[in-house]
Every structure is written in structure tokens, then in C-alpha cells.
């Protein structure tokens, strides 16, 4: 566990450094939400098919606080913010915001009331984070299609480009990636313990 804290630790001062001193605004919004849910999603996922280790370490992890981990989404906030600023796309600022936001908020419901005592999930659980994954997929679509004009979704002058610039180019490199991540890993726990019930 404290290896894993290590690593997000690092991940999160190095993504900061980078976004604060400018070095994600030389790629395109789609560029950094295209990369950042696929490294994020296929790293997981070959860590969780080649490693016994890292199975075992995901068996040992709390789904209630694994839920919890999703109240970074209030981060969400900063681009109903910016839509209102006219510094982001509404097409793509407003349903992101209002997803992550939603998601953020019913976090705590989910944690309290669809997680039993002994930490197994109750029905909707996975739904809940399956619906999390698929708010996530919407918001990096919307994200590629508004960073050009080549959809012709927006103008030139309003895209989502802005998403490379500090504080929310800390979206697509480390608070996306983690609440996905986050979501991966809460469902892949909860399917264990069902398995691990079914067996019995």
C-alpha cells in the first residue's frame, strides 16, 4: 500500500510540474485525454492479467474507500466554470461538469448504502461504477471532437485547447486517469468477493 501511495504521489507532483510550467499545452486536448484514458485503462488491466502480485494487492483494497476516491470528480466544477467564461466549449464543459459532479455527489451514497459491513458490494454497486466508466468515455469523446474545428462542432477560437493549460490539463493526466483507475479497480474487487462468495 505504500508503494501504491508512493507512486500516486509521485504521479500527481509530476503531473503537476508539468502542467503548472506550461509543457502540456504543446499537445491538443485530444492528444492528452486520448493517451491518458488509454495508458490508464490498458495499464490496469495488463497489471491485472500478467500479475498474481498486483491481484492480490487489488483483493486487499476497499471498495467503500475505492468509491470515495471519486469525489476528485468535483473537480468537475472548474469547467462549468470555464463554459461560463466562454473559455471552453459548452458542448463539452457542461455535460463533463455535470457528470462529474453527479458522480462525485452520489459517491458518498454509494459508499454508505451499497457497501455491506464486511466491505462486499450490495446490487447496483458495479452498475454504479460501470456508468462511472461510461461518463468518463463521454466526456473524453466530447473532449476529442471539440479540440479542432475538423468536426465542425465549434470554431477556432473556441475549443477545448484550453484543457492543456494549468490547472486543467491536471484533468486528462492525472485526476481522469485515477478516478478510471479508481472505477477499474472498485469493480474488479467487487466481481473477487462475489466470485470468492459464489464458491463457498
Do not use: C, N
Not at 25 to 36: C, D, I, K, N, P
Not at 85 to 92: E, G, I, M, S, T
Not at 166 to 177: A, D, E, K, Y
Amino acid at each position: 500500500m505504500r508503494i501504491a501511495a508512493g507512486l500516486v504521489l509521485a504521479s500527481f507532483l509530476l503531473a503537476f510540474s508539468l502542467s503548472i510550467t506550461g509543457w502540456f499545452e504543446r499537445f491538443s486536448a485530444a492528444t492528452l485525454f486520448g493517451m491518458g484514458g488509454f495508458l490508464s485503462a490498458s495499464g490496469f488491466l495488463i497489471l491485472h492479467w500478467l500479475s498474481e502480485k498486483f491481484r492480490i494487492f487489488v483483493r486487499a483494497r476497499s471498495i467503500r474507500r475505492l468509491t470515495l476516491g471519486q469525489t476528485l470528480r468535483f473537480f468537475g466544477l472548474l469547467a462549468l466554470v470555464k463554459a461560463y467564461q466562454h473559455v471552453l466549449p459548452a458542448l463539452f464543459a457542461v455535460p463533463t461538469g455535470l457528470i462529474d459532479v453527479a458522480f462525485a455527489g452520489t459517491s458518498f451514497f454509494v459508499a454508505a448504502r451499497l457497501v455491506r459491513a464486511d466491505g462486499t458490494a450490495r446490487p447496483g454497486f458495479i452498475a454504479w461504477h460501470f456508468l462511472g466508466l461510461l461518463g468518463l468515455a463521454v466526456s473524453v469523446v466530447l473532449a476529442i471532437l471539440t479540440s479542432s474545428t475538423r468536426f465542425g462542432l465549434v470554431t477556432a477560437d473556441h475549443t477545448s485547447q484550453p484543457m492543456t493549460w494549468f490547472p486543467m490539463s491536471l484533468v486528462p493526466v492525472f485526476i481522469g486517469p485515477m478516478v478510471l483507475i479508481f472505477h477499474l479497480l472498485a469493480i474488479a474487487v467487487a466481481l473477487e468477493h462475489r466470485k470468492v462468495d459464489g464458491s463457498r
